[in-house]
C-alpha cells in the first residue's frame, strides 16, 4: 500500500511554494500533489519517493502533517467509464471512499485513481476483482 503524506498548512500566498522548498532541500521527488483549501487552511496531499523521510523534513519545519495508507489503481485505460466501473464495484461492496483523486504513470501517461478508505479489506477485494494495484507510483 501507498503512503502519502497529508499537511495542513495555512490558506496563504506562497504556503505550496515553502512546503516544496522543503522538500527540494531534502532532495525528495513529488510524484504527486493535491491542494485543497477552506477560508482558513488548506490541506496539501503529497505522494513522494520517501514518505517517512518527506514526514520527518515537513515536521521539522514545523508542519502539522501525518501519513495515510492510499489506494492506487491502474486504470489502465482512459476511456469513458473506466473510473466508473471501478467506483461502482467499490459501491457494490458497499465501500466509503473518503476522497479520491486522479494521478497519471509517468512513463505510460495511463491514469491511476488514488483514494482512500476506512475500509481495510479493500485492497484484497479490488485485487480479486482483477485490479492492478499499485506500491509506488
Known amino acids: 500500500m501507498l503512503q502519502q503524506?497529508?499537511?495542513f498548512t495555512a490558506n496563504q500566498k506562497g504556503a505550496l511554494s515553502k512546503i516544496t522548498a522543503i522538500l527540494e532541500k531534502n532532495n525528495i521527488n513529488?510524484?504527486?500533489m493535491l491542494a485543497t483549501d477552506s477560508a482558513e487552511f488548506g490541506i496539501v496531499r503529497l505522494i513522494t519517493d520517501d514518505a517517512e523521510k518527506s514526514e520527518k523534513?515537513?515536521?521539522d519545519a514545523g508542519y502539522q502533517c501525518r501519513l495515510d495508507?492510499?489506494?492506487a489503481v491502474d486504470m489502465?485505460?482512459?476511456k469513458p467509464g473506466t473510473l466508473n466501473h471501478i467506483l461502482a464495484d467499490l459501491n457494490d461492496a458497499n465501500v466509503m471512499i473518503r476522497y479520491?483523486?486522479?494521478s497519471f504513470d509517468r512513463q505510460t501517461g495511463?491514469?491511476?485513481?488514488?483514494?482512500?478508505t476506512n475500509d481495510s479489506e479493500t485492497e484484497t477485494f479490488l485485487r480479486g476483482k482483477?485490479?492492478?494495484l499499485l506500491d509506488t507510483l
Open 76 to 78: 489502465a485505460s482512459d
Open 100 to 102: 479520491l483523486y486522479i
Open 30 to 32: 513529488i510524484y504527486t
Open 110 to 116: 495511463t491514469p491511476i485513481a488514488v483514494f482512500n
Open 130 to 132: 482483477g485490479y492492478k
Open 69 to 71: 495508507c492510499i489506494i
Open 5 to 7: 503524506i497529508s499537511i
Open 57 to 59: 523534513a515537513l515536521k
